[in-house]
Nanobody
Framework: QVQPVESGGGLVQPGGSLRLSCTAS????????ITWYRQAPGKQRDMVAQ???????TYADSVKGRFAISRDNAQNTVYLQMNSLKPEDTAVYYC?????????WGQGTQVTVSS
């Protein structure tokens, strides 16, 4: 069972911060490439940030300098630190783990940025 579970979403004011977490069971967590996606109503699901098993990170242009992805393999957890949040960041955020040729998706967590 490698079902990712996201947490940490909620309502935040513009300019505020949130930290999302994604946890998954299994001894192969450290081998996973992990990607955060987000999807707003009526929009495509877009990549936000990615971290490889070796720690290499990639960010969408829209979040560079504001978001940071990290992982704690001892806790089977990946984080997305979200700073300087904007209303356009409002979306459901999903965690995806790629292990070998398999992909595992979380159920998503809602992030709403509004005053």
């Amino acid at each position: 069972q490698v079902q990712p579970v996201e947490s940490g979403g909620g309502l935040v004011q513009p300019g505020g911060s949130l930290r999302l977490s994604c946890t998954a069971s299994g001894s192969t967590f450290s081998a996973a490439r992990i990607t955060w996606y987000r999807q707003a109503p009526g929009k495509q699901r877009d990549m936000v940030a990615q971290i490889t098993s070796g720690g290499t990170t990639t960010y969408a242009d829209s979040v560079k300098g504001r978001f940071a992805i990290s992982r704690d393999n001892a806790q089977n957890t990946v984080y997305l630190q979200m700073n300087s949040l904007k209303p356009e960041d409002t979306a459901v955020y999903y965690c995806n783990l790629q292990i070998f040729i398999r992909n595992y998706w979380g159920q998503g967590t809602q992030v709403t940025v509004s005053s």
